[in-house]
Each structure stands twice: as C-alpha cells, then as structure tokens.
C-alpha cells in the first residue's frame, strides 16, 4: 500500500482565524446588496490594499537609501522589484483618510484608473463601478476601514500571504453565497488539492484553459513552496471566457505575485494559446455544458478521438486538453461523473478510443457535496502521453482506480470536504501505483483502489467508474470460528423470539381486557 501521510495532523478549511472574522465583519455590511455584485466591491478593495502595502514596504525601504541614490518616487525602482507602481492619489492611506467623504466611491474610481493607468498588465483588470448611485457611500467607508485593519506587518511577503489568503476564503464564501453560479469563478480548494497533489507540478508549462479565477495556479505556487521547489520553474498559461472573471483570476494571481499569461476569450472557438504543449494541464471545465456551440467545430483538428456531441461539451473538453499536452505531459481534471459511462451521441465511442489510446492513467470516484455549483459528486481524470517515458515506472496497458466515495467530512449542513490526510492517501497511492521514487510499494486495497488492465476494461464495455473494479471492502476479522460464531448467534435469535412472544400474549391479553381480544 502507498506510504503514510506525512502529518498526522487533522485540518479542513473550516478552522480558520481572522479571515473567518473578516467575512462576518464584511457580510455584515452587505445589507441587501447581491453577493455577485458585492463580490467585486469587497475583493478590489482587498487587491487595493494588497498593492498599495506592497508599493509602501518598498517606498520606506527605498526613502532609507536615498543616500546611496535610491529615489522612492521612480516607478522604474518598483517594476525591477516587480512591485506595481501606486500613484499617490491611489495610495490607501489617501483613501482611507477620504472613507468617510460622499466622494469615496469617486475617488476609488480614480485610483483604480490610476493604477491601470502606470500600470499596463492591469489594464481592464480592476472594477471602477464604486462611484454608481446605488452603492451607498457610508457603508463603502465603512468596509474601507474594515480593510484597513487587517494586520499585515511591514514585509511585502508578508502583505501577500496575509491578503492571499484573505482573498481567497473570500472567493470561496462568495461562491457559497452564490450558491450554482459560484461555481463559475470558484474550484473548492480541497479539490484543486487533490490535483495538485497528485500531478505534483514541480516543473514546466502548466495549463488551465478554464481556469475561472486562478485558483489552480495558486495551488500549484502553493505546492511549490511546500516543497521548497523555485518558484520561477513553472510557467502559467490560462484562459477564461467570462470577462468578471477573467479580472478576479489576475487579480487573484496578481495579489499573489504570479506571474502568469491569462487570455481572455472562448477558449473552444478564440485558443489564445494554439500552440502550447503543457507538461501539465489542470483543469475544472463547466459540467455538462450544452451551449457551447460545438455545431461550428465540427472537423475541428483536436478532435482526434471523434467528434464530441453538439449538447455536451464534456468530451471536448477532454480532447482540448489532451491537444494541448507535450508528449511527456500530463492532464488533472474534474468532470461529471456521467463522463465515465456515457454511451450518448457518440461518447462511449470517444471515451473507448481514448482508453485503447492507452491515455488513461488514474480515475478517481469523489464523494458528493464538494461543490457549491451542484451537489453530484464528480470524478477526477487523469490523462498521460507517455506512461513509459522514464520518471515513474512503465504504466503502459494498466489505469488505476480509486473510489473515494466513502471519504470527506460534513463541514456545515451542504456542504463536504476533504481532509489533509484523506487527500495525502489518495496521492500517496497514486504516487506509489506509478512508481515516484521514495512513494513506497502499491498493493490493491478492497473497496478503495484496484489497478486494473486494459482487457477488464473492455469487458466492463469501457466504462471507467471505479466502483465497478475496486470490489467491496473487506470486512474485518473479528477472530471468532465461524462455528461458534453460528451457536452463538443462533442463540440469541432462540432468546429473542421467545422475549417476542411473551410480548405479543401480552399485548393480546391488554387488548382482550379492552374488549378487542379473539
């Protein structure tokens, strides 16, 4: 079986700290405001905040070198040290002082401009509605001044793990809030970790051509870290065709110093980026998706496994992504689970090729409840060009299957999720199945994960659902003969049918006393 989780400590994202306080403090203010719509309000002004910190820990730090020729008002000091120039009428502490004027929403439209403005890969990025009449004004102060104390430090390092994280629970309990339409811009980050964890991104091209607001590459920055790896030995591709959100992934990524290239646009009918080969490809693509106007790609060149039906654009989802991997390259990715035996409008056909193709690396069962957008539980795919290629152990004509289904906490009434060592068992077995050094031996284990294959495949008609190959788990052992076992049994049945018929000529001796005896 694959090695033990190396923490033995227990944690979900429900145990949280001064991001938890900061949510009440902020929905609080919400009053009746549509949490789409306040989404924007509140997540600017934290990237406001994030980059004028940021510009002040640099601008105290360049003051104390003026003596050695450093000029703390030259933008060019800023950019080497990839720090976005802030000009002083979008500083925070002009902002903050200005809270409680009717002007504010006006003048944090004029920093957003500004900062757009001196700073080009900005452009279009931050929201500049705070001015529009419906927002009341006060309580636009007010969540200013809320910003304003969360407690940062000096370090600019510091700035962007604090409002990171910030950032991030607060995409997430928007996306609660939102409820199906959260999950447009929002992967539940316990999910993002089981694919990080497993595709275990240290180096290369990673791709995510629908990747809402950059949660992916967050993880992947994360996991990088984790595991002392350079930061600047992955490089980040990513696409988005909703334009709000295409803004809440760069300033996501932004506010976390990634440097990534994210294109807006279609990403099935506009590839902005048609010639990448990703070594890895991450994804979370809309489930199920029938508008997405697969009539006008009909012969389109990645549809190398079929053509995918016009009303679901699961299977081309599948095969952009398989398009886009280098020949060593590998794909992580969360799809319905219909997509592991659907036989409709020609899906069964794309999913055999694809699995006689010999791509089909590791399949994984998730419990239900992960998701805000939709209460179906979901799988994970993953896909490999080359299962021979020298890293791990040759995987050619075997897919392992992992049924998870079992697995999660409830962390309120709706809504599951992974914990730590239940997400480090799924990549652990993963990672000892392929043979990543130091993972340990693989064994099957009954009820949780089989390697299977490719013949068991074709006689389970291709049908990739991990229930159908783990079988049942093993029951435990209690010690006794199963003789004994039997006596014994036997006898407390013989005791409590004769306790039950002593019962029932007591209730017929109570009902005849009442008149309703036979």
């Given at each position: 079986m694959a090695r033990k989780a190396k923490s033995a400590k227990t944690s979900n994202s429900a145990t949280v700290g001064f991001e938890a306080q900061l949510w009440a403090a902020a929905d609080a203010l919400r009053n009746n405001m549509d949490a789409a719509e306040y989404k924007h309000v509140v997540l600017g002004l934290i990237f406001l905040k994030?980059?004028?910190?940021?510009?002040?820990?640099?601008?105290?730090?360049?003051?104390?070198?003026?003596?050695?020729?450093?000029?703390?008002?030259?933008?060019?000091?800023?950019?080497?040290?990839?720090?976005f120039w802030v000009p002083k009428e979008a500083r925070?502490?002009?902002?903050?002082?200005?809270?409680p004027q009717p002007a504010i929403g006006t003048l944090v439209d004029d920093a957003m401009s500004a900062i757009e403005r001196d700073n080009p890969s900005l452009k279009g990025v931050l929201p500049k509605d705070f001015g529009r009449p419906n927002l009341d004004k006060q309580r636009l102060g007010q969540i200013i001044n809320l910003v304003s104390d969360i407690a940062l430090g000096s370090a600019a390092d510091r700035a962007k793990d604090t409002l990171g994280r910030v950032y991030e629970y607060f995409l997430a309990r928007f996306a609660s809030a939102e409820g199906k339409s959260g999950g447009q811009f929002y992967t539940p980050s316990r999910v993002v970790r089981v694919l990080v964890e497993m595709l275990a991104p240290y180096k290369g091209r990673v791709y995510d051509p629908c990747c809402g607001s950059g949660g992916m590459f967050v993880s992947s920055e994360?996991?990088?870290?984790?595991?002392?790896?350079?930061?600047?030995d992955i490089s980040i591709y990513g696409q988005e065709s909703n334009y709000t959100t295409w803004r809440l992934a760069k300033m996501n990524l932004a506010i976390r110093?990634?440097?990534?290239?994210?294109?807006?646009?279609?990403?099935?009918?506009?590839?902005?980026?048609?010639d990448l080969k990703a070594d890895y490809v991450l994804a979370n693509p809309p489930f199920?998706?029938?508008?997405?106007?697969?009539?006008?790609?009909?012969?389109?060149?990645?549809?190398?496994?079929?053509?995918p039906p016009a009303g679901n654009a699961n299977f081309a989802w599948v095969q952009h992504f398989i398009y886009h991997l280098a020949p060593g390259g590998i794909a992580g990715f969360v799809l319905a689970n219909g997509s592991m035996s659907s036989n409709q409008s020609g899906e069964g056909e794309i999913r055999k090729n694809i699995i006689e193709a010999d791509l089909v690396d590791c399949m994984v069962a998730l419990p239900g409840q992960l998701f805000y957008s939709t209460p179906i539980p979901v799988c994970l795919w993953f896909l490999a060009r080359d299962r021979k290629n020298g890293k791990f152990r040759d995987r050619r004509g075997e897919t392992l299957f992992i049924d998870a289904r079992k697995l999660g906490v409830l962390v309120d009434r709706v809504h599951r999720e992974l914990t730590d060592e239940e997400t480090a068992r799924i990549a652990d077995t993963y990672h000892a199945w392929r043979g990543d050094p130091g993972a340990g031996a693989y064994a099957d284990v009954p009820g949780f994960c089989k390697s299977a294959t490719v013949d068991e495949i074709r006689t389970h008609g291709h049908v990739l659902t991990p229930g159908r190959y783990v079988g049942a788990e093993a029951a435990e052992d209690d010690g006794e003969p199963f003789d004994e076992k039997m006596k014994r049994l036997t006898a407390t049945l013989r005791e409590q049918q004769a306790e039950a018929a002593k019962l029932d000529a007591a209730i017929n001796a109570n009902l005849k006393e009442l008149g309703y005896g036979r």
């Open positions: 994030y980059i004028s910190d940021a510009f002040e820990a640099k601008h105290a730090e360049l003051t104390a070198q003026r003596a050695e020729g450093a000029d703390p008002e030259d933008p060019d000091e800023y950019r080497a040290a990839r720090i925070w502490q002009h902002l903050k002082a200005s809270a994360k996991f990088i870290e984790a595991h002392a790896g350079r930061l600047g110093g990634i440097d990534a290239q994210i294109a807006h646009g279609d990403t099935f009918h506009n590839d902005r980026h048609p199920n998706d029938s508008d997405w106007r697969g009539e006008l790609l009909r012969d389109d060149k990645r549809w190398v496994y079929g053509p």
